[in-house]
Structures are given as structure tokens and as C-alpha cells.
């Protein structure tokens, strides 16, 4: 038996590859195109693992997913592969369009073919997941009930639109032909070998070499943080035991500021590696420009997952931050290997002024 899964390179496919391939001897068939957000060294830890298998390619080469499909006849489909960042999506659409829209079209047709010519008791075990996200629904105002899964779609940035644009197609081809399809919706991760462009990571590193701790705005968006474990985890039980057709939301009931995130990370910061100095690391912080179109509030109601699968995190925001920073401190090589000079580059365009 195994599994195909897109987007193991990067931060929440490879903590599932990972997760999986400590839990099972099943086969891992890992696809991914190493964008600047993909990095072999985020696999280092499976690499030698006979049970994982690494091919580099894109989830919009139909031809080769087409060729892994009929090779090594997954049971499933895990599709984690996607541009990720909203910064990036409102400097440059595109390439969202092209790996979130078209990738997951032609991935999903890809699969569509391979599932019509497997026997009928194999088409009824097959499933392909599609890791989505909260932000399809939008933004919430403070006193707005979390996001349930019969929220409407309002995206509003790039990154949610291309998100929703992919999840729709999912939807589409388990109405229309039938494929044997589940999504999940989670909030916000957090934890080990999260690419640090993103809040928790930059701000730990930047904290760690003497620079700006960037907060956009008056820093009071609140988004609802999970552990990646914990959501790779959920994932898989959606996977195994979710109803076919039906989407998951997936979170842990952690809302929290901007400002306390930074803040607590600051605090943690200055109790494992003091600065020389003896000054605190959030004398750093420094409000920013705004990102355009911010979504204000972003909170999942995760009773259904809960409910149906009786599935809960095991990490409280507070052990799992510590967890992180903790992580951070010891695997600063990583973030050395995965920061290159278009890296730089990047910081330098986003936060220029
Ligand atoms: P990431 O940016 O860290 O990793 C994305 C990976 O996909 C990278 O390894 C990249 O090389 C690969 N990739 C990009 N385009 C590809 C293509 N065309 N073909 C094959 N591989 C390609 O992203 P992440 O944070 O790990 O997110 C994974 C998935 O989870 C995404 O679909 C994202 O929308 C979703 N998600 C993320 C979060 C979060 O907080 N990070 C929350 C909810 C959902
Ligand atoms: P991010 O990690 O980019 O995730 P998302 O936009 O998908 O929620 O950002 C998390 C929050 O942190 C979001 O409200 C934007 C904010 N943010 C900052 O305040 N400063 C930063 O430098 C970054 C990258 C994000």
C-alpha cells in the first residue's frame, strides 16, 4: 500500500511524510517541485527511510503524475502542495493561479483517469484529500461565531481566492464524476521547519539576530494557531474515517493577537537565550505598513472534527510555542539552508522602509 503526497517539502507535508513514516510501514510516494519554499533538507530526517520515495515535480505535470499513479497505485492522494504566503500572493497572483488553480486541476484529473480504471472494490477505498484552508471564509469581526463549515466562501486575498478556486474543483469533481474526495479547512500552523517568511519563524529569527520584529498595522488581528502536528494528524483521520464528499475545519480554539504572539515569543526568548545586553527582545518590535486587504479575524469552529472523528490537539498554544522557539534555537543550520539570497531579497522588497 501507499499513499501519494504533493508538498512534502515544505513545512505541513513534511510533518504528515514524517508522522506517517514513524507510524506505519506504508509507502510514502512523496511529489514535490522545490520552490523557494520546498527545501530537501526539510526531508533530511525521511530521506533514508526504504519506505519513502522523493520525486521532484510539479502537481501540474499530468504526464508525470499520470506515470506515479500507474506505477505505484496509491490507496490515496494527499495534495499539501500549493503557494502558501499572502504577502506573496498580493505581490505576484500569478503563480498562485498557475499551482493552486491549474496545478490542482490537472492533479485532479490526473487522479480522475487513475480512479476510473482501478477495479470497483479499489475505486470505493481510494480517497484524494485536499489540504485547504480557513482563509476561504473570509474575515471575522470580533463578536462573529468561528468559522463552520457552512460558512460561505468570501476570500479576499489572492492566496484565499486561488485556495477557494481549487477547493471548488475538488467539490466539483466528487459531484461530477464521482471521485471519492475529502477537504480540509484549517486556521493558522505553527511548529518546526515553518519557512521563516512567515510570522512565528521570521520573528523568532529576526529576534536572534538583532533585527526589526516586524507587527503590520496595530497588530490586533487575531488568527487561530495550531501545532502542524496536530494538524497532520487530524488530517490523516480525515483521511481514514471522514465522509466522503465532506470538508473538516481544523483548529485548536487558540485565538491570539498578533501582539501577543510576538510578545510571547519575546518572553520565551529572553527565559532560553537572554540577550548580552540584558534588554528584553521586544524592545525589537516595530509596527509596520499594513498588508492591503488584512483580514481582521480568522477563528475555526472545530466541533464536527471533534464530533465525528474524536480528534483534539494535544498541544495548548503554550506548550507549542515553546516547542518551536525551543527548535528554532537548535536547528538554526536549517533556516541557514533554506535562506538563500532571493530570501533576502524578499525581506528586502516587503519590508523595504
Ligand atoms: P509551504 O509553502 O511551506 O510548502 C508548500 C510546498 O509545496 C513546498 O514544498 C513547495 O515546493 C511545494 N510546491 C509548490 N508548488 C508546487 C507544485 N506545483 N507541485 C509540487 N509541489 C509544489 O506551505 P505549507 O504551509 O506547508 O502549506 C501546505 C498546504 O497547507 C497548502 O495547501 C496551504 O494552503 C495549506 N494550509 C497552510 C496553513 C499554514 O498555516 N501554513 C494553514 C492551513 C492550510
Ligand atoms: P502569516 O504568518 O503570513 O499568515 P496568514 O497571513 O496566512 O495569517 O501572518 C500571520 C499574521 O501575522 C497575519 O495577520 C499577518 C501578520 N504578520 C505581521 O504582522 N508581520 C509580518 O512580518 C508577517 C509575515 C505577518
Not at 490586533?220 to 494557531?225: E, I, N
Not at 498588508?291 to 494535544?314: M, S, T
Amino acid at each position: 500500500m501507499s499513499i501519494l503526497v504533493t508538498g512534502t517539502a515544505g513545512f505541513i507535508g513534511s510533518s504528515f511524510a514524517r508522522q506517517r513514516l514513524a507510524a506505519s510501514n506504508e509507502k510514502i510516494i512523496s511529489l514535490d517541485a522545490l520552490t523557494y519554499a520546498g527545501h530537501p533538507s526539510t526531508l533530511l530526517p525521511v530521506m533514508d527511510n526504504p519506505n519513502h520515495l522523493f520525486v521532484h515535480g510539479s502537481i501540474g505535470d499530468k504526464a508525470l503524475v499520470a506515470k506515479l499513479l500507474a506505477e505505484y497505485k496509491p490507496r490515496a492522494v494527499v495534495n499539501f502542495a500549493a503557494e502558501s504566503h499572502v504577502d506573496r500572493s498580493i505581490h505576484g497572483p500569478e503563480a498562485f493561479i498557475e499551482t493552486n488553480v491549474l496545478g490542482t486541476f490537472r492533479l485532479l484529473e490526473a487522479v480522475r483517469e487513475y480512479w476510473q480504471e482501478l477495479t470497483r472494490e479499489e475505486q470505493s477505498q481510494f480517497r484524494y484529500l485536499q489540504v485547504s484552508t480557513d482563509e476561504v471564509y473570509g474575515t471575522l469581526s470580533r463578536e462573529e461565531a468561528p468559522f463552520a463549515e457552512t460558512n460561505r466562501y468570501e476570500p479576499n486575498s489572492p492566496y484565499a481566492a486561488s485556495k477557494a478556486a481549487s477547493d471548488h474543483l475538488v467539490r466539483a469533481w466528487h459531484h461530477t464524476y464521482g471521485l471519492p474526495v475529502l477537504t480540509t479547512n484549517c486556521s493558522n500552523n505553527y511548529g518546526p521547519y515553518h519557512f521563516p517568511e512567515k510570522l512565528i519563524p521570521l520573528v523568532i529569527m529576526n529576534a536572534l539576530a538583532d533585527k526589526k520584529l516586524p507587527i503590520y498595522g496595530d497588530g490586533q488581528q487575531v488568527r487561530d494557531w495550531l501545532y502542524v502536528e496536530d494538524h497532520t494528524r487530524a488530517i490523516y483521520e480525515v483521511l481514514e474515517r471522514g465522509q466522503l464528499g465532506e470538508t473538516y475545519n481544523i483548529g485548536g480554539w487558540n485565538e491570539k493577537t498578533n501582539r501577543e504572539v510576538v510578545y510571547t515569543i519575546c518572553t520565551i526568548l529572553d527565559e532560553l537565550k537572554p540577550r548580552e545586553d540584558g534588554s528584553c527582545y521586544s524592545r525589537l518590535i516595530t509596527f509596520v505598513k499594513d498588508r492591503p486587504g488584512h483580514d481582521r479575524r480568522y477563528a475555526i469552529d472545530a466541533r464536527k472534527i471533534e464530533g465525528e472523528l474524536g480528534w483534539k490537539p494535544q498541544e495548548t498554544f503554550d506548550t507549542g510555542i515553546r516547542k518551536t522557539v525551543q527548535w528554532y534555537l537548535d536547528n538554526q543550520a536549517w533556516v541557514r539552508l533554506v535562506t538563500d539570497a532571493a530570501y533576502r531579497e524578499w525581506l528586502e522588497k516587503q519590508y523595504a522602509g
